[in-house]
């Protein structure tokens, strides 16, 4: 099945910095790749994603790029605020027999943005 | 719409005890997800439902039951809780399957079994 591994697990950036977060996945069937931000005790929340026939994709300062042939993926915050404080998830999709398609998250990154 | 809604937001079981968790969505959705989520890590997939009557497996079923009875409604079913099933639940939809599709996940549900 599908492994994904995200990197790192913590992250402290200074505010107005750039934050960086990685991920890979094992199964190059997959085709879409969505990150969620999940602030505590709140349920995931979409704030971008980005399909296989894309390499790159931004939304104000937020984006992500994809490199399929190394099957890897990262999410950019430029500008960051306290406001971005909160875990991070990176997900792959990948379809299943019988229909349908599943998501395997990464196990998060908990940002930290400091004044 | 509400969207996705679970209850009950919490809940305590004592070990050996079963629970329902109930997860309704009003957006005519056709696939239904359940994930467990363990402190400081990702969701990991209990079970799924492509549509009423249609149900499988994820990573993590063992424990666990759901039914589809209705496109509504993906009730999962805890017959005899352990210490290891202690994790925040949610649940998620998405119309036509999640291919390239965001999931819509709904408020959780946090079990504490003691």
């Known amino acids: 099945g599908e492994n994904v591994e995200q990197h790192p697990s913590t992250l402290s950036v200074q505010e107005g910095d750039s934050a960086v977060i990685k991920c890979t996945y094992s199964d190059s069937a997959s085709n879409y790749f969505p990150w969620y931000k999940q602030e505590l005790g709140k349920r995931p929340q979409l704030i971008i994603d980005?399909?296989?026939?894309?390499g790159e994709k931004k939304d104000q300062r937020i984006a992500v790029t994809l490199n399929k042939t190394a099957k890897h993926f990262s999410l950019h915050i430029t500008e960051t605020q306290p406001e971005d404080s909160a875990v991070y998830f990176c997900?792959?999709?990948?379809?299943?027999?019988?229909?349908?398609?599943?998501?395997?998250f990464g196990t998060g990154t908990q940002l930290k943005v400091e004044l | 719409n509400a969207g996705v809604t679970q209850t009950p937001k919490f809940r305590i079981l004592k070990i050996g005890q079963s629970m329902t968790l109930q997860c309704t969505q009003d957006m005519n959705h056709n696939y239904m997800y359940w994930y467990r989520q363990d402190p400081g890590m990702g969701l990991k997939l209990i079970y799924y439902?492509?549509?009423?009557?249609?149900?499988d497996k994820g990573e993590v079923p063992n424990g666990y039951n759901v039914s589809r009875s209705t496109t509504e409604d993906f009730p999962l079913r805890l017959e005899l809780a352990a210490p290891s099933q202690t994790s925040v639940y949610f649940c998620?939809?998405?119309?036509?399957?999640?291919?390239?599709?965001?999931?819509?996940f709904g408020p959780g549900t946090r079990l504490l079994v003691l």
């Open positions: 998620a939809s998405t119309r036509y399957g999640g291919y390239q599709e965001t999931q819509y």
């Open positions: 997900a792959a999709m990948v379809g299943v027999t019988g229909g349908g398609n599943k998501l395997t």
């Open positions: 980005i399909r296989s026939n894309v």
């Open positions: 439902s492509v549509g009423a009557g249609i149900t």
